[in-house]
């Protein structure tokens, strides 16, 4: 079992940078393919960056490449996500997800992964 607890949101301007924290309780974390979520109002949950075990690759969708940037220190069982230029269409409370698949690779789909944090919100002012 991996307890994940998110951190860092907040109300900010346009243009403005944030940047989320995400720490887990299990040394299994250092394994797992952790992804960030967001979920706006009426909308549903949708991927926004992931990363695998050490790092190496990531993923992100359209509309955040080049503004969001996912990090992780397994060291510190802690996984980032550094959002620049943000926009009032990033408001969404934001979740850190992490995929029960040692070594496996990300998926967009948040049915495929089983720990989740509680979430924390994140409002762009324009």
């Known amino acids: 079992q991996v307890q994940l607890l998110e951190s860092g949101g907040g109300l900010v301007q346009a243009g403005d940078s944030l940047r989320l924290s995400c720490s887990a309780s299990?040394?299994?974390?250092?394994?797992?393919?952790m992804g960030w979520f967001r979920q706006a109002p009426g909308k549903e949950r949708e991927f926004v960056a992931g990363i695998n075990w050490n790092g190496g690759r990531t993923y992100y969708r359209d509309s955040v490449k080049g503004r969001f940037t996912i990090s992780r220190d397994n060291a510190k069982l802690t996984v980032y996500l550094q959002m620049s230029s943000l926009k009032p269409e990033d408001t969404a409370v934001y979740y850190c997800?992490?995929?029960?698949?040692?070594?496996?690779?990300?998926?967009?789909?948040?049915?495929?992964?089983?720990?989740w944090g509680q979430g924390t919100q994140v409002t762009v002012a324009s």
């Open positions: 997800a992490a995929r029960r698949l040692s070594y496996g690779g990300v998926t967009t789909s948040p049915a495929d992964y089983s720990y």
């Open positions: 299990a040394r299994t974390f250092s394994t797992y393919p």
